[in-house]
């Protein structure tokens, strides 16, 4: 990767607590240094974490994200849920939309459509995650799925400039297995034909997520059409995290 809007995600998922936040001190000391200042470290820790996260990471290179929020802007009757205007308002920049793993749980496309929309209006930028399930690949239907998840997500939508998308394949995330390149960049080729349709699409950074690790990173690093990748299990340790991003440079 040679450009300069390389993303590195740090999804910690449902992990973490205050103790954990500690452990970030050495990616805060290495996003300092000159080296890798150009690179975009975000981490979306759980909710619960995202107030410390944006204290901690305060005057560092670092930005913070949610990994969700709900699809109505205005404050309401929605127990347990939160807004992307309270995730605004503590100081997070960025949220997580449409993860597979939400997805499961009930976000639709029209759901996150709606989330997409709202984050907008707080100023949000978002990772918009899409991607296909093995049965989707088995079926041949990778890019009728992408093609949905795309046109879905984004309907009605104009202001594209805080919209970054991240290709997460379902079958590779969690499970060590990622996909091989030509495929990779099929899909990648095919996720940017449909983005360069809307006015302005081809300014969208597209990043990679499933498995990504210290042993594949400096192969995937190498594929043009990538600006960044989301980083679950692997970001959890600050050490291994550290090793992606050195990795990456290439
Ligand atoms: P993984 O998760 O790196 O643990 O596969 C990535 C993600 O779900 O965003």
Redesign the pocket.
């Known amino acids: 990767m040679t450009n300069n809007n390389i993303y590195f ?1 740090a ?1 910690w ?1 449902m992990h973490g607590n205050l103790t954990s936040l500690n452990s970030i001190n050495n990616v805060i000391k290495l996003a300092k240094s000159k080296k890798f200042r150009k690179i975009k470290i975000v981490y979306c820790p759980p909710y619960t974490l995202l107030e410390a996260f944006v204290k901690k990471t305060k005057n560092s290179y670092i930005s913070v994200g949610a990994q969700n929020c709900h699809h109505e802007i205005e404050y309401g009757a929605y127990t347990g849920f939160i807004n992307s205007k309270m995730i605004k308002n503590i100081g997070s920049k960025f949220v ?1 939309i449409g ?3 939400s997805r499961q749980d009930g976000d639709t496309d029209s759901k996150i459509n709606l989330k997409i929309k709202s984050a907008l209006k707080s100023n949000l930028k978002i990772i918009f ?1 899409i991607g296909e399930s093995l049965k989707d690949r088995r079926k041949n239907k990778t890019n009728s799925i992408l093609a949905k998840q795309i046109k879905k997500g984004l309907q009605n939508i104009k202001k594209l400039d805080n919209l970054i998308i ?1 290709y ?1 394949p379902l079958w ?5 297995i990622i996909p091989k390149r030509n495929d990779l960049e099929k899909n990648l080729n095919f996720i940017r034909k449909n983005l360069n349709r809307i006015k302005n699409g081809n300014k969208i950074s597209i990043l990679y ?5 210290t042993n594949n990173i400096s192969n995937l690093a190498r594929i043009p059409q990538i600006n960044g990748f ?6 959890l340790k600050s050490k291994k995290f550290i090793d992606i991003i050195k990795k990456s440079i290439i």
């Open positions: 995600v999804n998922k997580i993860h597979s793993e995650c991240a997460e590779s995330i969690g499970t060590g997520g499933g498995s990504v690790n989301i980083v679950g299990g692997s970001s």
